[in-house]
T-cell receptor
Framework: GDSVTQMEGPVTLSEEAFLTINCTYT??????LFWYVQYPGEGLQLLLK?????DKGSNKGFEATYRKETTSFHLEKGSVQVSDSAVYFC???????????FGTGTRLLVSP | EAGVAQSPRYKIIEKRQSVAFWCNPI?????LYWYQQILGQGPKLLIQ????????DSQLPKDRFSAERLKGVDSTLKIQPAKLEDSAVYLC????????????FGSGTQLSVL
């Protein structure tokens, strides 16, 4: 069945450092790929998405590119802020079905 | 606009007791989801409603879990009887319509079964 694998956390960075959170997936066909973020005490929020190969999703300085050849969707940000501290979830779904399959989440801690 | 509302925020029960969670989706959202998030794992879909009909309940443990969405608006998820392994955060989400991939999540109900 479909699955998503994320790097283990926590990822600990200093403010203005470069961020990469790795995500790879296993799925039949051509799923849509997502990054969701969960800030402390809040619900999950959609951060960005990509629906086909080579698409780049971007939002709030975060980017991720749908790489079908490596089945990956790594999240990157050039300069993190303390306010980016949260748990980040990679997920996939097949168009029209909406059943999101999530990774285990990666906690990001950014210190001043 | 108001977000997805869930209650209670926390619940502690003993095994074999019953418990119910409530969710009110964003107004006008036709599709409602219940996810279970066990500590250290990603959320797992339990059940998906389109209006008041069930679209997918393939991962719902039907011997103990039940859910309903009467009138196609708010929803209740029940566990009876609870087991230790049901300790988790129960997340409710909604989306505007079936096939719309943007889900809006509530803050969740954290259940501890002792």
């Amino acid at each position: 069945g479909d699955s998503v694998t994320q790097m283990e956390g926590p990822v600990t960075l200093s403010e203005e450092a470069f961020l990469t959170i790795n995500c790879t997936y296993t799925a039949t066909g051509y799923p849509s790929l997502f990054w969701y973020v969960q800030y402390p005490g809040e619900g999950l929020q959609l951060l960005l998405k990509a629906t086909k190969a080579d698409d780049k999703g971007s939002n709030k300085g975060f980017e991720a590119t749908y790489r079908k050849e490596t089945t990956s969707f790594h999240l990157e940000k050039g300069s993190v802020q303390v306010s980016d501290s949260a748990v980040y979830f990679c997920a996939l779904s097949h168009t029209g079905f909406q059943k999101l399959v999530f990774g285990t989440g990666t906690r990001l801690l950014v210190s001043p | 606009e108001a977000g997805v509302a869930q209650s209670p925020r926390y619940k502690i029960i003993e095994k074999r007791q019953s418990v119910a969670f409530w969710c009110n989706p964003i107004s006008g959202h036709a599709t409602l989801y219940w996810y279970q998030q066990i500590l250290g794992q990603g959320p797992k879909l339990l059940i998906q409603f389109q209006n008041n009909g069930v679209v997918d309940d393939s991962q719902l443990p039907k011997d103990r879990f039940s859910a309903e969405r009467l009138k196609g608006v708010d929803s209740t998820l029940k566990i009876q009887p609870a087991k230790l392994e049901d300790s988790a955060v129960y997340l409710c989400a909604s989306s505007l319509r079936y096939g719309n991939e943007k889900l809006f999540f509530g803050s969740g109900t954290q259940l501890s079964v002792l």
